[in-house]
């Protein structure tokens, strides 16, 4: 299997990069973050660091710098997978960085434009420039899967506002293109799927709650908290629809871990089976603050 995780260098990126490993692929793991030079986000992750854990769990690991909003660095991208593997199996757009764009619960008179619309451009056209030139590599050998990250699935999001307008429709739009490329790949025999983690412990949630992975339960947050997941959850997720030889049947679907893991009987690394979406839904949005217990 030959797979390029774009936006591998944390995160649910990351997760899907290791777990495609673990199922044995080559993965390009793409980015703007190495040991050499940070991204606007200024987080201590790389893809190099990346590429080390697929090749650890068993695959093999390469990363590329690339700046997926410049359509010629992407290009090059495509023409290089091109020549070492001659063809692409798996594409995973993964692309964001907007963690520091975006305002919570700011309406869109308040909130700074310039961010907001940058916050666009990282969310939405890097995931059409990477599709715009990997997908031709990927429809020339039949059974090819595409993969769109976002937070929420279509039925969550379309009858809760997500946080600023800015969020919204990036988020929203996601989804949308997930369903665009299943049409686009149908007469190829392509597959394409939007997926979404729950409530994510990445390194910068982590961070943010001042804990690690081996004291999570520690931090000071809601209820929902205990819901979380790590990375690994989604990631073993889509590696099992990448191996599907039925994977078909999840196309042009939105779909959260939770789901995806019911499906093919998956835990997170801790054998648990988190279903947090499920949880906001039928408790968290019902005022109580209990009860989580039955959804993990």
């Known amino acids: 299997m030959i797979a390029l995780v774009a936006g591998a260098t944390r995160g649910t990126g990351r997760g899907i990069a290791v777990a495609l490993g673990a199922a044995g692929a080559t993965v390009y793991c793409t980015g703007r973050s190495t040991r050499e030079s940070r991204s606007e986000m200024n987080r201590p992750e790389t893809i190099e660091e990346t590429a080390e854990l697929v090749t650890a769990a068993g695959g093999t690991g390469i990363a590329v710098r690339a700046d997926h909003l410049d359509p ?3 290009a090059d991208l495509a023409g290089r997978v091109r020549r070492e593997q001659g063809r692409l199996d798996v594409l995973v757009n993964d692309i964001w960085g907007g963690d520091h764009l975006w305002e919570w619960d700011t309406p869109v008179w308040k909130h700074d434009m310039d961010k ?5 451009r990282l969310a939405i056209d890097t995931h059409i420039i ?4 990997l997908l031709p590599l990927l429809i020339e050998h039949e059974g090819g899967l595409v993969v769109e990250v976002t937070d929420g699935t279509w039925a969550y999001n379309e009858t809760r506002y997500r946080e600023n307008v800015y969020y919204d429709l990036a988020k929203m739009s996601v989804n949308r293109l997930a369903f665009a490329w299943s049409n686009e790949l149908r ?4 597959t394409a799927v939007a997926i979404t983690p729950g409530f994510l412990r990445s390194e910068a949630m982590l961070d943010n709650f001042g804990v690690t992975e081996e ?3 520690e931090a000071k947050a809601d209820s929902a908290w205990m819901v979380s997941e790590t990375p690994a959850y989604v990631g073993r ?8 030889p039925d994977r078909s049947r999840w196309s042009g679907r939105s779909v959260d871990s939770g789901e995806v893991a019911e499906a093919y009987g998956l835990t997170d690394v801790d054998g648990s089976r988190p279903q947090v979406w499920r949880y906001l839904t039928e408790v968290g949005e019902n005022g109580r603050d209990t009860g ?3 959804y993990r």
């Open 237 to 244: 997720g889509v590696a099992a629809i990448a191996q599907d």
């Open 187 to 190: 007469p190829y025999g392509g």
């Open 116 to 120: 907001g619309l940058r916050l666009l």
């Open 72 to 74: 010629a660095a992407v």
């Open 215 to 217: 004291n999570w339960r």
């Open 292 to 294: 989580w217990e039955a």
């Open 130 to 133: 990477t599709s715009r030139h």
